[in-house]
Nanobody, 121 residues
């Protein structure tokens, strides 16, 4: 089995910062792309940022200049540093990863359980 466990969400005032972490564990052979998505109430899940195993990053326009995605390949962990938070950033944030399990061929797509981020005005 493979698990993605997120941490670091919470309540913060507008202008504040939060750092999300997501650790992949289990029977892992390798991890390809990792990323963060979010879903606000009544809205579809949307991309926040992704990062490849070599460190190339991609950001949604709403995240550019405020959020930074990073990863530690040795720990199979991805981070999202969020600065200058605004109320519109309020959502459940989900970790996503492409993982090849041991003894398997090919990569599967895995999701974390989500962590709530609430930004008050």
């Amino acid at each position: 089995q493979v698990q993605l466990v997120e941490s670091g969400g919470g309540l913060v005032q507008a202008g504040g910062s939060l750092r999300l972490s997501c650790a992949a564990s289990g029977s892992i052979f390798s991890v390809n792309d990792m990323g963060w998505y979010r879903q606000a109430p009544g809205k579809q899940r949307e991309l926040v940022a992704t990062i490849t195993s070599s460190g190339s990053t991609n950001y949604a326009d709403s995240a550019k200049g405020r959020f930074t995605i990073a990863r530690d390949n040795a720990k199979n962990t991805v981070y999202l540093q969020m600065n200058s938070l605004i109320p519109e950033d309020t959502a459940v944030y989900y970790c996503n990863a492409e993982i090849r399990r041991r003894f398997n061929i090919g990569y599967g797509n895995y999701w974390g359980q989500g962590t709530q981020v609430t930004v008050s005005s």
